[in-house]
T-cell receptor, first 115, second 111 residues
C-alpha cells in the first residue's frame, strides 16, 4: 500500500516549456487535489477532483490544467511554464468517512524550477 | 474567504518542555480542522483531525483543541523531543473539498 505517489520528484524547465506532473493513489479515495507550496506561505489549492470525471478550480488555477484519468490517477499540466510557477507541488487524496470527513493524505511532492 | 494564521512562525524550545502552537481562522463555519507535520523536503503527515462538532482530539503526546466561536485551535505537545522538530501546519475546511492552510510554525527542539 504505497499511499499517494508523485512523479517526478524534481524537474527543471525553461520558460515556455510544458510538462505533466503525475499523481496516483491506491487507497480507493474518491477525491484528489493538487496544491502548490511557496516559501513562507501555506499550501494553496490549484485544482481538485471530487470524483472520477469531475474537476474544479481551487484558489490558484491560472496557468494549469488537470485530468482525472481514472479513480486512481490525477495529473497536473503546465502548458507554458513561467518562473512564477517555480514551487513545490503536492498531490493529495481523501475519502469522506463519517468520522473523518475530508481527511487528506499527501504525496511526497515534486520540486519544480522554471528558469 | 477563509484565512488561516499561525503564530509564532518559528519556535525553539529545550527538550522536555511542554509547548503550544496556535492557529486562528477568520470564518467560524468550518467543516473540520486538521493539523499536519512536515519534515524538510518531505510531504505532509496528518497528525490530528477535529470535526466541527468536536472540541478536541488526542494522539499520544499530542492534543489539539478547537474553539469555533473564537476562531482558534491549539496543538499541545507534551514532553517535547528532538524528533518533534518539524514544521507544523494547520488547515481548515469550510466544505468537503476546499482546505485552507496556515503558513506553519517551524519547531526546533534542542537536546
Amino acid at each position: 500500500n504505497a499511499g499517494v505517489t508523485q512523479t517526478p520528484k524534481f524537474q527543471v524547465l525553461k520558460t515556455g516549456q510544458s510538462m505533466t506532473l503525475q499523481c496516483a493513489q491506491d487507497m480507493n479515495h474518491n477525491s484528489m487535489y493538487w496544491y502548490r507550496q511557496d516559501p513562507g506561505m501555506g499550501l494553496r489549492l490549484i485544482y481538485y477532483s471530487a470524483s472520477e470525471g469531475t474537476t474544479d478550480k481551487g484558489e490558484v488555477p491560472n496557468g494549469y490544467n488537470v485530468s482525472r484519468l481514472n479513480k486512481r490517477e490525477f495529473s497536473l499540466r503546465l502548458e507554458s511554464a513561467a518562473p512564477s510557477q517555480t514551487s513545490v507541488y503536492f498531490c493529495a487524496s481523501s475519502v469522506s468517512r463519517w468520522d473523518r470527513p475530508n481527511e487528506q493524505y499527501f504525496g511526497p511532492g515534486t520540486r519544480l524550477t522554471v528558469t | 474567504k477563509q484565512e488561516v494564521t499561525q503564530i509564532p512562525a518559528a519556535l525553539s524550545v529545550p527538550e522536555g518542555e511542554n509547548l503550544v502552537l496556535n492557529c486562528s481562522f477568520t470564518d467560524s463555519a468550518i467543516y473540520n480542522l486538521q493539523w499536519f507535520r512536515q519534515d524538510p523536503g518531505k510531504g505532509l503527515t496528518s497528525l490530528l483531525l477535529i470535526q466541527s462538532s468536536q472540541r478536541e482530539q488526542t494522539s499520544g503526546r499530542l492534543n489539539a483543541s478547537l474553539d469555533k466561536s473564537s476562531g482558534r485551535s491549539t496543538l499541545y505537545i507534551a514532553a517535547s523531543q528532538p524528533g518533534d522538530s518539524a514544521t507544523y501546519l494547520c488547515a481548515v475546511s469550510n466544505n468537503n473539498n476546499d482546505m485552507r492552510f496556515g503558513a506553519g510554525t517551524r519547531l526546533t527542539v534542542k537536546p
